[in-house]
């Protein structure tokens, strides 16, 4: 009875760190003078209002989703992937090089195509952090995140010179962006929303991520790797190179995240000189969603769902009570802290099991669904 | 194009990667790893800002800028080391809430126009040195020079103090300290509230002295993640971070001043305005960063010195070694 109330008391866990959040989100919003019912009113109608609003909400979370099932893979292994917003930049360019270049193939080869490509630049870009990690021992945390300064960089080139849009090129005054994928490579749309078949590819592949990390070798050695890396060696594993490929295959998801974006969004890529400016930012949302999905991908899909609905909410919400949408970055932030914070409950009874087991002399059970601690090796 | 000015402003830039990077430094050194740096600096630059805009007194905007981002610090102190959670996760939770809170609460503040400013000053003899004089001591902020006593005395308090014994002490072996009276949790609240502090001063220094205004996110533009690097490179001693911090000010001054001229010692100026290379030269602090993580983690095992051995742990009392 009482490990149901305990297994009952965890899964309410994340939805008590996110009222938590919004609790404190509300004393922010009353000191910014606007009435918290009020705002988090606009917020709820402007995420589940209407068809149309909840479908916003599900191609807000696609992006989310992806990144989070690389966060989910990478975490796992203990290795921080903070790269998605590069990973996704790189993903799209080379993916929708390809939906540009070859305008002869049928769609659903473009499409794959592009898919695999925009797996392959992302893994490229969260690949090189896995060499320097595990080769060079640099710090894969501000790796990745330089990774992404440098994407940003790449994608203004990219957008400005070689990849930009014919009709634009003439033109004084050009605008950063490439031309328009053609109709037959644009991923399919429940119309009149703009919900796309990326949203049920995402859950198709969480499905896969799941059975990768819990069902294969590969996935094992990632996870051992992950919680103590001296005893894997000890088995032979080969610690260095499922280092390398706990980020690639992390990168390789956002990439695909970014894919998705321009095949299945916009059909094609725009700058305004910013990484959030075409990720919207997912590349980190995405570790939020992770995280609060306790580095689950099944359990990563409701969550991704609920930060795409905080930031489809927070549009109306800036437009309806004036509330810069910015406050849902510091409610992400405020989630993370309540989710984390809460980790404490869940360590003190695992400590009290097994000093209980430790009495009764019956080895106690793991816990599968407990993450290797981050150790840091700066 | 005079080098002489731009290792001047070099200097004035790598300031603020020296405040982020000593308050790092401190924090670190007594055991706590804070990725929020970005985060703090972004709360410093706004409130340093906007204070100075209300009250008209750069001086109050300084001091409420190392206020509220010592403030925020604490909430990434509570979460690791009461709460004992990931100091990684934590981190990157107060990157995202400062980076929230400081968007939110800047809002607008970029069309707040300009503000009176902290005063820049030349030292009268010591800006007579040739070549020296005028990049360290003519006409820089008054900022520019707190930088140059905190290298010493950080060096000096960590290196010669009881007080900086005690906090290497926290950072390498916290329950040995435990066991000496060093009360272990107060000092590491304590040191990541002076590292909170010094970014909330870093973002000060940019919003008021080198690059007056409010940008949003790009008021830091990663610096606070260059400096989360640079502690490493420095091996967690202020004298090198110093040196790491103004060669990436220079760097980052280059950048942006090798574009203008129309001619480079005498050649044409490949990178005059042109409209591509401007992205790759953007690319390079990044860039050079990763490649002095690579120099720093060499080295830092080669000479087998490292991050303080109890970087990253929670210290909970009666719990294994360390």
């Known amino acids: ?367 599968p669904d407990t993450p290797g601690k981050t150790k840091v090796r700066a | 194009m005079d080098f002489i000015i731009i290792l001047q402003a070099g200097v004035a830039t790598g300031t603020v990667l020296l405040f982020a990077t000593i308050g790092e430094i401190f924090s670190e050194r007594a055991g706590v790893l804070n990725l929020g740096v970005e985060g703090m600096m972004l709360i410093g630059a706004m409130s340093a800002f906007s204070t100075t805009i209300a009250t008209g007194n750069p001086w109050l905007g300084l001091l409420v800028a190392m206020f509220a981002a010592g403030l925020i610090s604490q909430v990434h102190a509570f979460i690791t080391i009461t709460l004992h959670a990931d100091q990684v996760v934590s981190g990157l939770a107060l990157t995202f809430l400062g980076t929230g809170i400081s968007l939110v609460l800047g809002e607008g503040l970029s069309k707040a126009g300009t503000v009176s400013l902290l005063p820049n000053l030349s030292i009268p003899l010591l800006s007579q040195i040739p070549l020296l004089g005028p990049i360290f001591f003519a006409r820089q902020s008054i900022l520019v020079y707190i930088g140059y006593l905190m290298i010493p005395l950080a060096w000096y308090y960590i290196n010669r103090t009881r007080p900086g014994l005690h906090l290497r002490a926290v950072g390498e072996y916290p329950s040995a300290a435990d066991a000496l009276g060093i009360n272990v949790f107060r000092m590491r609240y304590f040191y990541v509230f002076v590292g909170g502090m010094l970014a909330g001063l870093a973002g000060a220094t940019i919003s008021l002295a080198v690059a007056p205004g409010w940008f949003s996110e790009l008021t830091t533009a990663g610096q606070g993640w260059i400096a989360i690097g640079l502690v490493i490179f420095a091996q967690w001693d202020p004298v090198r971070a110093a040196v790491g911090s103004y060669a990436f000010g220079a760097l980052r001054r280059l950048i942006l001043d090798i574009q203008g001229p129309l001619t480079l010692l005498g050649f044409d100026n490949p990178f005059y305005y042109n409209p591509y290379w401007g992205f790759f030269l953007q690319m390079l602090p990044y860039a050079f960063t990763v490649i002095v993580l690579v120099i720093g983690s060499r080295e830092a095992i080669r000479k087998r010195l490292g991050a303080p051995a109890a970087l990253g742990n929670p210290y909970i009392r009666g719990e294994r070694g360390l």
């Open chain 1, 1 to 367: 009875m009482r490990s149901r109330l305990n297994s009952l008391f965890d899964a309410l866990l994340p939805v008590i760190a996110t009222l938590a959040a919004l609790g404190v989100g509300a004393v922010m919003l009353l000191v910014l003078g606007a009435n918290p019912l009020e705002a988090y009113g606009a917020l709820w109608v402007g995420a589940f209002g209407s068809t149309n609003a909840f479908a916003e909400t599900l191609v807000k979370a696609t992006p989310l989703l992806l990144v989070a099932l690389g966060i989910c893979i990478s975490f796992r292994g203990d290795v921080i992937n903070i790269g998605g917003e590069g990973q996704m930049i790189v993903g799209a360019i080379l993916a929708t090089s390809v939906g540009l270049t070859f305008t002869g193939l049928p769609g659903w080869l473009v499409i794959a195509m592009a898919m695999l490509a925009g797996f392959i630049g992302g893994g490229i870009w969260g690949g090189i952090p896995g060499v320097l990690k595990a080769y060079f021992n640099v710090n894969e945390i501000l790796s990745t995140v330089m990774m992404n300064a440098i994407a940003v960089q790449f994608m203004n080139f990219m957008l400005r010179g070689p990849m930009i849009d014919p009709s634009q090129a003439e033109l004084a005054s050009k605008i950063p962006q490439t031309a328009r994928l053609l109709e037959p490579f644009r991923l399919l749309r429940w119309a009149p929303t703009r919900l796309h078949l990326g949203a049920l590819i995402a859950v198709v592949l969480a499905i896969l991520v799941y059975i990768l990390l819990w069902r294969t070798t590969l996935g094992y050695r990632i996870r051992a790797v992950g919680q103590n890396p001296n005893a894997s060696r000890y088995a032979g594993i080969d610690v260095k190179r499922h280092v390398v490929l706990a980020l690639l295959l992390s990168g390789a998801f956002a990439g695909l995240a970014g894919m998705i974006q321009v095949y299945g969004v916009n059909y094609r890529m725009i700058t305004d000189g910013s990484a959030s400016g075409f990720t919207g930012s997912a590349g980190f949302n995405g570790i939020v969603a992770a995280l609060f999905g306790q580095l689950h991908p099944i359990w990563s899909i409701p969550a991704s769902v609920l930060f795409g609905a905080l930031l489809v909410g927070a549009n109306s919400m800036q437009r309806m009570v004036q509330i810069p949408s910015a406050l849902v970055t510091a409610l992400n932030g405020l989630v993370v802290v309540f989710v984390v914070s809460s980790e404490i409950w869940r360590r003190r009874r695992q400590r009290r099991r097994l000093a209980a087991a430790k009495e009764e002399d019956v080895p106690p059970k793991p816990d």
